[in-house]
């Protein structure tokens, strides 16, 4: 599967946007999907995780209440719906796809290129 992130962007703190994984192929249902940000000079991070069926999600603690991760298996895309953003916020975003179910992103196989979110203060 091959995967396409969009809708990053600048944003004043207390604002909102809402990112997208297009997936490529017939399979997307096939896979479960996560969100995972990487901030100049860390680590990359788990955000939002979403089962196949989009049946159990799962949040980092420090998005927990303000994202928000869905998909559309009919259009092949996930979101992420971030509100309340802080500048904490700030980073590449990524979207990620893999059989396995996992909060952890060395599990996962296939990856967006990333899209930047930028959070001013």
């Known amino acids: 599967v091959q995967l396409q992130a969009s809708g990053g962007g600048l944003v004043q703190a207390g604002g909102s946007l809402k990112l997208s994984c297009a997936a490529s192929g017939r399979t997307f249902r096939s896979y479960n999907m996560g969100w995972f940000r990487q901030a100049p000079g860390k680590e990359r991070e788990f955000v939002a995780a979403i089962t196949w069926s989009g049946g159990s999600t799962h949040y980092a603690d420090s998005v927990k209440g303000r994202f928000t991760i869905s998909r559309d298996n009919a259009k092949n895309t996930m979101y992420l719906q971030m509100n309340s953003l802080k500048p904490e916020d700030t980073a590449v975003y990524y979207c990620?796809?893999?059989?396995?179910?996992?909060?952890?992103?060395?599990?996962?196989?296939?990856w967006g290129q990333g899209t930047q979110v930028t959070v001013s203060s």
């Open positions: 990620a796809a893999d059989t396995v179910y996992s909060l952890t992103s060395t599990r996962y196989n296939y």
